[in-house]
């Protein structure tokens, strides 16, 4: 240190102009560069399996709720309910069968095919 003071006593800055690395830096710092991303992508993976299994857990604890107030609404009321439901169905479907061009309606009480008894 002393033998550079001694030498270059008015120096006050130095400018670099002109700086280049090699080849291998250049690698080093893209696989850097990549290995980082990759990092960061698969932090993102894990957040978002995990925010899926948060929301899973939620949704299943929501039916089971739900599956208790009906067991309990069921005990209380009986299978009214029930049967009010399939008849909504059953008029649901006679419904969109009636507005159908292909439907064609046979009697119940006669068979159709080559005149068989019902």
Same mark, same amino acid.
């Given at each position: 240190k002393q033998w550079y003071?001694?030498?270059v006593r008015d120096l &006050? &800055?130095? /400018?670099?102009t002109h700086l280049t690395?090699? $080849?291998d830096f250049a690698?080093? @710092?893209? $696989?850097k560069q990549v290995a980082q991303q990759? *990092?960061?992508? $698969?932090r993102y993976y894990v957040e978002k399996a995990e925010f899926e299994k948060e929301a899973a857990i939620i949704s299943a604890e929501g039916d089971a709720e739900a599956a208790k107030m009906l $067991? @309990? =609404?069921f005990d209380k009321v009986g299978d009214s309910l029930i049967e009010l439901r399939k008849m909504e169905a059953a008029e649901e479907i006679a419904n969109n #069968? *009636? /507005?159908s061009r292909n439907v064609v309606y046979l009697p !119940? &009480? !006669?068979?159709?095919? #080559?005149?068989?008894? =019902?």
């Open positions: 003071q001694r030498r &006050d &800055d130095i /400018s670099i690395f090699g $080849s690698r080093a @710092v893209e $696989s990759e *990092a960061e992508r $698969s $067991s @309990v =609404a #069968l *009636a /507005s !119940k &009480d !006669k068979g159709m095919l #080559l005149n068989l008894p =019902a």
